[in-house]
C-alpha cells in the first residue's frame, strides 16, 4: 500500500479516536501500531513492542518530572497558595490594577514553584476570584486572570513541557530552563497589558456592580506574621534553588527539583500540615502525573516511528521547498499548525508526537533546537486558555463556577496577543532565548 495513502488513513483514524474521547496515549499507540502494520506487517512489532517502551521511559532525565510534580503537590497542599495571595491583596492595598497585575505575577511564580498550570490556575480561581470580583472586575476578566497566571507554567521553569521537549531532542533541560526566563517574563508583561486593556474598558459596567454591592464575598482569608514569613521565606528559597542553583551549575536540574520536594516537605511540616492524608494525597497525584506522561511518551514513541517510516518528515519538506529559503515564513506556518493542535490536544502529547515530525524541518532549516524548544514551550502555554481544550479555563470554571465561554473569549485574546507579540519578537531576535543559557557556568 503507498505510503500517502497510509498516512491518510491514520491521519483520519487519529481524528477520529481523538473525537470519539479516547486518551490521547491510547491514540497514539492504536495508530502508531496500525500504520506500522499497513507499512511494514506484522513482522516489525515484536521488536518495537518489547524492551523498547521501556528503554524509552528509562531515562534519567525524566526522574525530574516526578521530582517537580511531587514538590508541586506539597505545596499546593500546605495551602502556601492561599498565604501568597493574602500578601498580594494586603500589597495591593484596594486598588484595582494593582491586585490584577499581583494576580498575575503570582500566577506566574507559582507556576515556576508547582510546575503545573492546572493546579495553578484552580488555586487562583478559588483565592484570586472573589477579591478581583470584589474589587470591580467582571466574572469573565476575573476568570482569565486566573487562568492566564496558571499557564505560565507552560514557559516558566519548571516546565514539564520543557523537560520533555528536552528528552525528545536531547537539549540540555537545564539551559531550557534558563532561556525560558526572559521569553517567561515578555509574555506575563503581555498578558498584564491586555488585562489592564480590559480593565479599563470594562469599567463602567465595573462601577455598576460594585453599587450593587460585593460579589461572592468571603471571611478573610487570615495568616500570622510568623506564617507569612515562612510562606516568602520558602518561595524565594525554592525560586533560588531551581533558576539560581541551575545557572550557576551548582545543580543539575534533577538534583533542584529533589531539593526543592525536599524543602516544600519540610515547610508542610514547619506548618503543621503533614499527617497520613497529606503524604497519601501528595503521592498517589504524583504518579497519576508521572504516570501519564510515560504513557504518552511511549504511544509517542510508537507514533514516531510509523511517522518515521512513512517518511512524513520529507514529504513535509518537499511540501515547504517553495518558502524554505524564508526561514521565518516556516517558522510562522509552523507556529501557527501547533498553536491549532495544542488547541485540541493536551500540551505533552503534541509535543511527543509532533517532534519527530519537526525535528527534521528545524535541521534543514539550521534553527537552535534550544530557541525552538523555548518558542514550543509559549505556544503550549497559550494552548492553555484557548478553546477547545484549555484545561487552564476548564480549571478556573470548575472551582469558581463561572462559564467557560466568556472567559476563553477573553483568553483567545491574551493568547493571540502573546502569539503575535512574543513569538514574532523571538523571530526577530533569537538572542532573547540564547543569551542567558550562552553565559550559563
Given at each position: 500500500?503507498?505510503?500517502?495513502?497510509?498516512?491518510?488513513?491514520i491521519?483520519t483514524?487519529?481524528?477520529?479516536?481523538?473525537?470519539?474521547?479516547?486518551?490521547?496515549?491510547?491514540?497514539?499507540?492504536?495508530?502508531?501500531?496500525?500504520?506500522?502494520i499497513?507499512?511494514?506487517?506484522?513482522?516489525t512489532?515484536?521488536?518495537?513492542?518489547?524492551?523498547?517502551?521501556?528503554?524509552?521511559?528509562?531515562?534519567y532525565?525524566?526522574?525530574t518530572?516526578?521530582?517537580?510534580?511531587?514538590?508541586?503537590?506539597?505545596?499546593?497542599?500546605?495551602?502556601?497558595v492561599?498565604?501568597?495571595?493574602?500578601?498580594?491583596?494586603?500589597?495591593?492595598?484596594?486598588?484595582?490594577?494593582?491586585?490584577?497585575?499581583?494576580?498575575?505575577?503570582?500566577?506566574?511564580?507559582?507556576?515556576?514553584?508547582s510546575?503545573?498550570?492546572t493546579?495553578?490556575?484552580?488555586?487562583?480561581?478559588?483565592?484570586?476570584?472573589?477579591?478581583?470580583?470584589?474589587?470591580?472586575?467582571?466574572?469573565p476578566?476575573?476568570?482569565?486572570?486566573?487562568?492566564?497566571?496558571g499557564?505560565?507554567?507552560?514557559?516558566?521553569?519548571?516546565?514539564?513541557?520543557?523537560?520533555?521537549?528536552?528528552?525528545?531532542?536531547e537539549?540540555?533541560?537545564?539551559?531550557?530552563?534558563?532561556?525560558?526566563?526572559i521569553?517567561?517574563?515578555?509574555?506575563?508583561?503581555?498578558?498584564?497589558?491586555?488585562?489592564?486593556?480590559?480593565?479599563?474598558?470594562?469599567?463602567?459596567?465595573?462601577?455598576?456592580?460594585?453599587?450593587?454591592?460585593?460579589?461572592?464575598e468571603?471571611?478573610p482569608?487570615?495568616?500570622?506574621?510568623?506564617?507569612?514569613?515562612?510562606?516568602s521565606?520558602?518561595?524565594?528559597?525554592?525560586?533560588?534553588?531551581?533558576?539560581?542553583?541551575?545557572?550557576?551549575?551548582v545543580?543539575?536540574?534533577?538534583?533542584?527539583?529533589?531539593?526543592?520536594?525536599?524543602?516544600?516537605?519540610?515547610?508542610?511540616?514547619?506548618?503543621?500540615?503533614?499527617?497520613?492524608?497529606?503524604?497519601?494525597?501528595?503521592?498517589?497525584?504524583?504518579?497519576?502525573?508521572?504516570?501519564?506522561?510515560?504513557?504518552?511518551?511511549?504511544?509517542?514513541?510508537?507514533?514516531?516511528?510509523?511517522?518515521?517510516?512513512?517518511?512524513?518528515?520529507?514529504?513535509?519538506?518537499?511540501?515547504?521547498?517553495p518558502?524554505?529559503?524564508?526561514p521565518a515564513?516556516?517558522?510562522i506556518?509552523?507556529?501557527?499548525?501547533?498553536?491549532?493542535?495544542?488547541?485540541?490536544?493536551?500540551?505533552?502529547a503534541?509535543?511527543?508526537?509532533?517532534?519527530?515530525?519537526?525535528?527534521?524541518?528545524?535541521?534543514?532549516?539550521?534553527?537552535?533546537?534550544?530557541?525552538?524548544?523555548?518558542?514550543?514551550?509559549?505556544?503550549?502555554?497559550?494552548?492553555?486558555?484557548?478553546?477547545?481544550?484549555?484545561?487552564?479555563?476548564?480549571?478556573?470554571?470548575?472551582?469558581?463556577?463561572?462559564?467557560?465561554?466568556?472567559?476563553?473569549?477573553?483568553?483567545?485574546v491574551?493568547?493571540?496577543?502573546?502569539?503575535?507579540?512574543?513569538?514574532?519578537?523571538?523571530?526577530?531576535?533569537?538572542?532573547?532565548?540564547t543569551?542567558?543559557?550562552?553565559?550559563?557556568?
Open positions: 500500500m503507498s505510503s500517502v495513502i497510509v498516512i491518510g488513513i491521519l483514524m487519529l481524528v477520529l479516536f481523538l473525537i470519539s474521547g479516547l486518551y490521547i496515549h491510547s491514540v497514539l499507540f492504536a495508530s502508531g501500531v496500525i500504520g506500522l499497513l507499512l511494514e506487517g506484522f513482522s512489532l515484536p521488536g518495537l513492542l518489547g524492551n523498547e517502551p521501556f528503554n524509552r521511559v528509562a531515562s532525565t525524566l526522574t518530572i516526578p521530582l517537580y510534580v511531587l514538590m508541586a503537590q506539597f505545596i499546593l497542599h500546605s495551602d502556601i492561599k498565604d501568597i495571595f493574602h500578601i498580594v491583596h494586603k500589597m495591593s492595598r484596594g486598588k484595582n490594577s494593582i491586585l490584577g497585575i499581583l494576580t498575575m505575577c503570582i500566577g506566574g511564580v507559582l507556576g515556576a514553584v510546575g503545573s498550570g493546579a495553578t490556575a484552580a488555586s487562583l480561581g478559588q483565592v484570586a476570584i472573589p477579591e478581583l470580583r470584589k474589587h470591580g472586575y467582571s466574572a476578566l476575573a476568570g482569565a486572570i486566573a487562568a492566564a497566571g499557564s505560565l507554567s507552560g514557559i516558566i521553569p519548571p516546565s514539564i513541557i520543557l523537560i520533555l521537549y528536552g528528552v525528545a531532542t537539549t540540555p533541560v537545564g539551559k531550557l530552563f534558563i532561556g525560558a526566563i521569553p517567561g517574563i515578555m509574555v506575563m508583561i503581555v498578558f498584564i497589558l491586555v488585562m489592564l486593556v480590559y480593565l479599563k474598558l470594562q469599567k463602567k459596567e465595573m462601577t455598576a456592580e460594585i453599587e450593587a454591592g460585593p460579589i461572592n468571603q471571611a482569608h487570615t495568616v500570622s506574621p510568623i506564617r507569612l514569613f515562612i510562606v521565606f520558602v518561595a524565594m528559597l525554592i525560586m533560588m534553588i531551581i533558576f539560581g542553583g541551575i545557572y550557576s551549575g545543580f543539575t536540574p534533577t538534583e533542584a527539583g529533589a531539593v526543592g520536594a525536599f524543602v516544600g516537605l519540610v515547610t508542610a511540616f514547619v506548618l503543621g500540615k503533614v499527617n497520613a492524608r497529606f503524604i497519601k494525597v501528595s503521592i498517589v497525584e504524583t504518579l497519576k502525573l508521572t504516570g501519564m506522561v510515560m504513557l504518552i511518551m511511549i504511544g509517542a514513541q510508537i507514533f514516531g516511528r510509523f511517522v518515521s517510516l512513512s517518511l512524513l518528515p520529507r514529504k513535509l519538506l518537499s511540501f515547504l521547498e518558502i524554505m529559503d524564508t515564513l516556516v517558522l506556518v509552523i507556529s501557527l499548525v501547533l498553536f491549532v493542535l495544542f488547541m485540541f490536544i493536551e500540551g505533552a503534541v509535543i511527543l508526537m509532533s517532534i519527530p515530525v519537526l525535528l527534521p524541518i528545524m535541521t534543514a532549516l539550521q534553527v537552535d533546537l534550544l530557541w525552538f524548544g523555548v518558542f514550543v514551550g509559549i505556544l503550549c502555554t497559550i494552548g492553555l486558555i484557548t478553546p477547545p481544550v484549555g484545561l487552564s479555563v476548564y480549571a478556573v470554571s470548575g472551582v469558581s463556577k463561572i462559564r467557560l465561554e466568556p472567559i476563553f473569549k477573553i483568553g483567545m491574551f493568547a493571540l496577543a502573546v502569539l503575535v507579540i512574543v513569538c514574532g519578537l523571538m523571530i526577530a531576535f533569537p538572542s532573547i532565548v543569551f542567558l543559557p550562552d553565559s550559563m557556568k
